[in-house]
């Protein structure tokens, strides 16, 4: 079988949903043909003339009047499912996963499906923004380990919430928050440069992904082009978990502390 053999069969597949339905009901269980008219809703020459493509590509075959599926035919009913399920995958994460890999975060594959994702949309476009608040403000009495390459004043009255709860946090940006902050922020900036449960770190270079981490639970931001969080996906799964430690310590290994930084400004 040639390459194109197996294109052929794929689109034999993919180009009518009766087709798949059929392959579906001989997957459960044998059937007849007037039994699969009933389960597919189609007409019994439409289901005969699907059973005998299938018959020619072996993917079924007839016994006691019952048409039931062969090895093959269920490999191929399986590899198809799992497709469909990838392509089902890349529609809900694909955004949040094109982000992180245009700007090369090298966030692991099999890892982003691993949680829940909050995604901000046209009704809803301070989604992402409301949840990652949302977790900041939980973090009452907990260790909280961020970076952020934004700084907006969700974010500050959040993080000082968890702050006046309690919560110790380190925090890591780059000079472009700093001097935002600086510039427009004077109360928070004052507060993460005084508060001795507040460490904020510099990154010498342009962050472009936001992380947060906190107990059990990790978190990764996907931002779009003009640095609008656009996706957050909360995951204890251990492949996040490690990946979001990882990346902050390299962070924080290159980074310096913001009171040297702003007095060096």
Same mark, same amino acid.
């Given at each position: 079988?040639?390459?194109?053999?197996?294109?052929?069969?794929?689109?034999?597949?993919?180009?009518?949903?009766?087709?798949?339905?059929?392959?579906?009901?001989?997957?459960?269980?044998?059937?007849?043909?007037?039994?699969?008219?009933?389960?597919?809703?189609?007409?019994?020459?439409?289901?005969?003339?699907?059973?005998?493509?299938?018959?020619?590509?072996?993917?079924?075959?007839?016994?006691?009047?019952?048409?039931?599926?062969?090895?093959?035919?269920?490999?191929?009913?399986?590899?198809?499912?799992?497709?469909?399920?990838?392509?089902?995958?890349?529609?809900?994460?694909?955004?949040?996963?094109?982000?992180?890999?245009?700007?090369?975060?090298?966030?692991?594959?099999?890892?982003?499906?691993?949680?829940?994702?909050?995604?901000?949309?046209?009704?809803?476009?301070?989604?992402?923004?409301?949840?990652?608040?949302?977790?900041?403000?939980?973090?009452?009495?907990?260790?909280? /380990?961020? +970076?952020?390459?934004?700084?907006?004043?969700? !974010?500050? $009255? *959040?993080?000082?919430? @968890? #702050? %006046?709860?309690?919560?110790?946090?380190?925090?890591?940006?780059? /000079?472009? +928050?700093?001097?935002?902050?600086?510039?427009? !922020?004077? $109360? *928070?900036?004052?507060? @993460? #440069? %005084?508060?001795?449960?507040?460490?904020?770190?510099?990154?010498?270079?342009?962050?472009?992904?936001?992380?947060?981490?906190?107990?059990?639970? *990790?978190?990764?931001? @996907?931002? %779009?082009?003009?640095?609008?969080?656009?996706?957050?996906?909360?995951?204890?799964?251990?492949?996040?978990?490690?990946?979001?430690?990882?990346?902050?310590?390299?962070?924080?290994? %290159?980074?310096?502390?913001?009171?040297?930084?702003?007095?060096?400004?």
């Amino acid at each position: 079988m040639t390459s194109d053999d197996g294109h052929d069969g794929a689109q034999y597949l993919a180009g009518s949903p009766v087709r798949v339905a059929v392959l579906r009901a001989l997957r459960r269980e044998p059937r007849r043909p007037t039994d699969l008219t009933d389960a597919v809703d189609a007409t019994r020459t439409t289901v005969q003339r699907i059973l005998g493509g299938f018959r020619e590509r072996d993917w079924v075959v007839k016994r006691d009047a019952a048409y039931r599926v062969t090895a093959t035919g269920e490999r191929v009913h399986d590899a198809y499912e799992t497709l469909l399920d990838e392509v089902e995958l890349a529609d809900r994460y694909g955004g949040f996963a094109a982000d992180l890999e245009r700007v090369g975060a090298g966030f692991p594959a099999e890892a982003v499906d691993a949680g829940e994702l909050t995604v901000a949309t046209d009704r809803n476009p301070l989604a992402a923004v409301d949840r990652i608040a949302d977790i900041l403000r939980e973090g009452r009495q907990a260790e909280i /380990r961020a +970076v952020s390459p934004v700084v907006i004043q969700q !974010f500050n $009255r *959040a993080a000082a919430t @968890a #702050l %006046d709860a309690g919560a110790e946090v380190e925090l890591v940006i780059d /000079r472009d +928050v700093v001097e935002t902050s600086v510039a427009d !922020f004077a $109360r *928070a900036t004052d507060r @993460a #440069l %005084d508060d001795d449960d507040a460490t904020v770190y510099v990154s010498p270079e342009p962050i472009e992904y936001g992380l947060f981490r906190r107990d059990d639970v *990790a978190c990764v931001t @996907a931002y %779009d082009r003009r640095n609008n969080p656009r996706c957050v996906l909360e995951s204890t799964d251990s492949a996040v978990v490690e990946w979001v430690d990882d990346r902050f310590e390299s962070l924080v290994a %290159d980074a310096r502390r913001l009171s040297a930084v702003v007095e060096n400004a």
